[in-house]
């Protein structure tokens, strides 16, 4: 594996963001590259951050193992994001190496349109019966090791929602609390096939940084979260992405955007053996 340079490894773990954009303008094959030679963690952390077709395309030149790592590290809303853009038959033989529960939650993500708000539910919330203790509910966030959960939703045998306790209320409860003792009423739900267009509109966000996610069914799916909400909105509303590197380059952080650039496309360079390009930015 070939070492990055120590600058360059700073920048990327600081500011991945920054670095997807840039990485967006390489090849494929390049960006693959330089990914693979970064630890996993990093390599996450671009992702995240890059459009999903561009996203794809780099995890298309990656080795199959690096690919599956990738995708077992991601949440499932961004590697279901990333597995919509492949094709379809290297898009199964990844699903099919992949542990049955990840690929059953991404392939329930796979089941809704791109726009739709069931493509960008966080299927790994917390739903709990009204009868479990704080205790339960608590170990079941630990295990869950998402930090965008601020809510514990509350089915029922049909997997239908009836309330949500706040996670601080859990934490503040004695432990063998029941959960119905501390729950409240659930802020209405979104339908998981309504476009994301639609879901910014909702009242709930006044009050809640969640809202739950059902299906045609009125069962519970998950919950989309309001920086998901947002991403999304960015992702499919958001002006080309040309356009957005012509107004950085002509703003006063312009000079900073362009130095990083070149640092980046120098360590893409570095790890594929080819010379930078003259003039590169």
Known sequence: MARIPALTRAFLEAYPADAARVLERVT?????????????????EVLKHMLPPHAARCLEHL???????????????TGAGLLRYLPETQRAALLGELPAAVASALQRLLR???????????????????????????????????????????VDSEQRLRGVVRLADAVR????????????????AIAARAPMSAAGRYAGWSEFQSLPVVDFEDRFVGALHYGTLVRALVHHY????????????????????????????SAVAYVTGAAP?????
Do not use: F, H
């Open 112 to 154: 809704y349109p791109d726009d739709a708000v069931g493509a960008w539910t966080d299927v790994r919330v917390p739903a709990l019966a009204a009868d479990a203790s704080a205790k339960e509910a608590l170990d079941r966030v630990r295990r869950a090791q998402d930090d965008a959960v601020d809510l514990l939703y509350i």
């Open 277 to 281: 390009r003259r003039g590169s930015s």
């Open 173 to 188: 409860a004695a432990a063998r609390t029941p959960l119905a003792e501390i729950m409240r009423a659930a802020a209405p």
């Open 238 to 265: 958001s002006p080309p992405l040309a356009n957005v590197v012509s107004d950085t380059m002509t703003s006063v952080a312009g000079a900073y955007w362009l130095g990083m650039s070149g640092l980046i496309r």
């Open 63 to 77: 080795k199959p193992q690096a690919a599956v790592g990738l995708i077992r590290a991601l949440s499932p809303q």
């Open 28 to 44: 494929p094959e390049s960006c693959a590259a330089l990914l693979n030679a970064l630890p996993i963690k990093e390599s996450i």
